[in-house]
């Protein structure tokens, strides 16, 4: 279990960019860390993996501090981050010298992943990758490192629409269930479809965590002609896309974008 | 689990290793073992010749020493303390001692490997220039690291320090991470220890009490430079 509470951080003594965070990240479940520029994504995602550490609050990564970065711990983390650059190596020989440290790492899965994502695994040189070739070896080792805790920080950068379909596919395929995987992007079409829950980081105002079933549960997504009726709305083409309370338990889909402009407009209406 | 694997800390030093410098071609390497033979010996030879050849190979065995161990330590304390590649060393999965002893071995080991074969193209580069350099004034063979310098005594100081060099570096860098007061009576004692060493090439103390005094520096600078890289963070 991941669990943070009060969590404050600032780079500036004076101005925190994470303040106040409670959370707790459940195994088998897929979070999407949503958020605009400068909101904390990267620095939370950090916080967690132990690079950088909580200025207050407690931050509990399966009964250790992650600051402490003992060897129990680091072995089950895996952050992903959005800028990294390869040595000169080929991938063959890097993949050996990282997969050592990670006792569940799984070649089988390296291998499909690759294999999905159309990568060579004979490459000479990975440092000579283009962005999207470099993050689909960054995502096939972080899934196949068999690491507890998985985060992506924007992972589909540089990645096509297809080789996004297949980063969804490989996640649904190979993550087991006592993982958990955060997802962060400011793009949320990304990683619709395979999330859990979601966590917003807003400037200025509580961050909201739920999840997906719950706000279906809560709210009915659609389009309407008017904005009757609607907790949140947005003109569009055919009228308003509306957010309503779910009075009569309709069943319908999270429309995330609209879910995230109505979290992020000033004042926050959820 | 245990906190200490000779076979993790080996992984990674291999680790560093491969991606800091043995993931050059052999044309690279020798071009950089050249221009580093090269430029310790013609440097020691333009600044010590007045001086005489004793004084020159004694300065190109300080260089050869300080630089084939100093600045791959350099180059891998930094690798392991600051943000690069895809997972950072310092959340690879080893314990910070495993780290840590894995950034001395892997500095000896890299040291040595520089410095035998600088050794040898600089010994090649200073009989080649003696004769433009010193003229009828030398003869015979004086060889680097070969009796050619003044001595074991100049050796042992050398060495020193480069070990107070080395101990010193992750102390100076981190120094945000220690108290003010702490950090500054450290490095007041390494400058008056280093003293030491300059004292006993006088002939004023024993090598024993510099070994003696040396060795518990080291061991204790070793444990303030633990407690400094657990305080690390990537910023």
Known sequence: MVELKNVSFGYNPNKNVIEDLSLNLEEGRFYGLLGKNGTGKTTLMKIISGILFAKEGYVNIYGNNPGDRKLETLQEIFMMPADFTFPKMSLEKYVSLYSSFYPKFNKDILDDCLDNFEINKNIKSIDKLSLGEKHKIAVSLAISFGTKLILFDEAANGMDIPTRKMFRKMLMKHIREDQTVVLSTHVVQDIENLLTDIIVLRKGQKTFISSLDDIRSKYSFGIQSNEEGAIYSEPCAEGYRVICNNTNNDDTEISLELLFNALTKEGGIL | ?235
């Open chain 2, 1 to 235: 689990m245990k906190s200490f694997s000779l076979k993790r800390m080996m992984q990674f030093s291999k680790l560093q290793l491969n991606e800091l410098f043995l993931n050059k071609t052999a044309a690279e390497a020798i071009k950089l073992l050249l221009l580093h033979s090269f430029s310790i010996t013609f440097i020691s030879l333009a600044m010590k010749r007045n001086g005489g050849i004793k004084e020159c190979i004694s300065l190109i065995e300080l260089l050869l020493l300080l630089y084939s161990y100093y600045f791959p330590f350099l180059n891998l304390f930094s690798d392991l303390v600051t943000k690069k590649g895809l997972l950072n060393k310092i959340s690879v999965p080893a314990t910070l001692s495993e780290k840590q002893a894995s950034l001395y071995y892997s500095t000896l080991l890299m040291g040595t490997m520089i410095l035998i074969p600088s050794i040898i193209i600089s010994n090649i580069i200073l009989q080649a220039a003696i004769p433009f350099v010193f003229g009828d004034e030398v003869n015979g063979l004086h060889l680097i690291f070969g009796g050619g310098g003044k001595g074991i005594k100049m050796n042992l100081i050398a060495a020193i320090l480069i070990l107070y060099l080395i101990i010193l570096t992750p102390l100076a860098l981190l120094y945000r991470k220690y108290k003010k007061v702490y950090f500054w009576s450290m490095f007041i004692a390494f400058i008056l220890s280093y003293m030491l060493s300059i004292i006993f090439m006088y002939g004023l103390i024993t090598k024993i009490t510099l070994v003696l005094v040396t060795v518990f520096w080291s061991i204790f600078a070793v444990i303030t430079a633990n407690k400094g890289l657990r305080k690390v963070e990537l910023e």
